[in-house]
């Protein structure tokens, strides 16, 4: 693995286990700090939360095109940390939902690194590469968890936030070498990020590509946001659930089973590299959704040893299908537009999160977290009609090109 790709992974589970940390324990964590135990009220948090996320992203794909990515994710983080120290100190929850939303403009930054990463990378190598990224995401998901859990049983749980700030500054300090490397180096004087993405604006000027078609980003745009919607929508407030079923009111062992999927996936992916196995999109999506509904359907048994064994379905059935899906968009675009259309796509992604958050706290108000799994098997099934219907046409002739294939649908 080369030094530059090996940090800039790096820095995204750095990014992760900071996101995530609170991501199962929201409900406990109003009502512990703030006295706020209404389901809606947490739903609304979590929904502004990706609201800022998605309007923010965008604006830094933008501001990329004029600053390399590498040195503005230092200023972009060393703000994040400052807004992380301070929502720590917030005096009332007023000030906390300005501090910490203002905090997100800031650190969703660092989804930056992702299009940069594939930009990098030799289409042949993208199926392996995101993998290896969305097992990254699945780790830092265990750990964050796991991490979270215990200071909100152990210590004051606004800690969290001092603790966001070590991964603040891990990225910071990332950046700062890998820009003092690439300073050093005698042929190159600017990020390399930015100087392999002039060369392929330079290729794509040539080639007329200026981006997916709306239509085509509309089409893989509605899967992706039926499909996080689905999956977003038992994740706020199943930590309360394991809770409710186990009897047992200890976050550690809750944000435990909560990561169950994300060691699956880390599973899959060492199996999948000890077998010299890169998964097809289009042959794997189909029983990965399959698997990822019948996954949520277990969960609402209400019986734990089914719950366990649904988390471990689910958990296999998710990582193939955010590969695949994630693995189509790249098919589908060229390296010069990677930020580009990664950053619309992305809208769709937070839209399905910010309309579940909204979902979860009016299901859970009105008939508790077990149905939020019932809801979420449903949406998937959906999604995976929605990817037959709208999004495998644009794959469906083997022996045409991808832009016929595109210039087809548009028609």
């Known amino acids: 693995m080369k030094p530059m790709k090996f940090w800039l992974i790096a820095m995204t589970l750095a990014a992760v ?64 940390g400052l807004f992380s120290v301070l929502c720590w100190a917030a005096p009332t929850v007023t000030a906390f939902w300005l501090l910490s939303l203002t905090m997100l403009v800031f650190k969703g930054s660092y989804l930056l690194v992702y299009p940069l990463l594939m930009s990098q990378e030799a289409p042949d190598d993208h199926g392996r590469t995101i993998g290896l990224l969305s097992v990254v995401v699945h780790f830092g998901a265990i750990f964050g968890a796991v991490l979270g859990g215990s200071v909100l049983q152990f210590f004051e749980p606004r800690q969290v936030y001092l603790l966001m700030t070590f991964g603040d500054l891990f990225q910071i300090l990332v950046c700062l070498c890998l820009l003092r490397d690439q300073r050093g180096a005698a042929t190159e004087s600017k990020n390399e990020g930015a100087a392999a993405e002039e060369n392929n604006e330079r290729e794509s000027e040539k080639e007329g590509a200026v981006g997916l078609p709306w239509p085509v980003i509309m089409r893989l745009g509605s899967a992706m946001f039926l ?154 099934a959906l999604t995976l009609v929605l990817y037959l219907a709208l999004v495998r046409p644009l794959f469906a002739s083997s022996n045409s090109s991808l832009p016929a294939a595109i210039s087809r649908s548009e028609a």
């Open 227 to 380: 499909f996080y919607f689905a999956v977003y929508l038992s994740r706020p407030f199943f930590a309360r659930y394991w809770e409710m079923l186990s009897g047992n009111p200890g976050e550690v062992v809750a944000g435990a089973i909560f990561a169950i999927p994300g060691a699956v996936a880390v599973a899959v992916l060492w199996l999948d590299h000890r077998r010299g196995r890169d998964g097809d999109a289009k042959g794997m999506l189909l029983p990965a959704l399959g698997f990822c509904s019948l996954g949520l359907m277990l969960q609402a048994s209400g019986e734990m040893a089914v719950v366990l064994a649904g988390r471990v379905l689910y958990g296999w059935g998710l990582f193939r299908a955010t590969v695949g899906l994630d693995q189509l968009l790249y098919a589908l675009s060229r390296p010069a537009s990677y930020a580009a259309d990664f950053s619309k796509i992305s809208v769709f992604q937070n839209l399905g999160v910010l309309a579940s958050s909204f979902a979860t706290g009016a299901l859970v108000a009105f008939a508790g977290p077990q149905p939020t799994f019932l809801a979420g098997a449903l949406g998937i």
């Open 17 to 80: 286990v900071s996101d995530t940390m609170l991501l199962p324990f929201y409900p406990q964590f109003f009502e512990r700090v703030f006295g706020i135990t209404d389901p809606n009220y947490v739903g609304a948090y979590i929904a502004a939360c990706c609201a800022v996320v998605m309007l923010a992203f965008p604006f830094w794909a933008r501001v990329s095109r004029h600053i390399p990515v590498l040195k503005l994710l230092v200023y972009t983080q060393l703000a994040a």
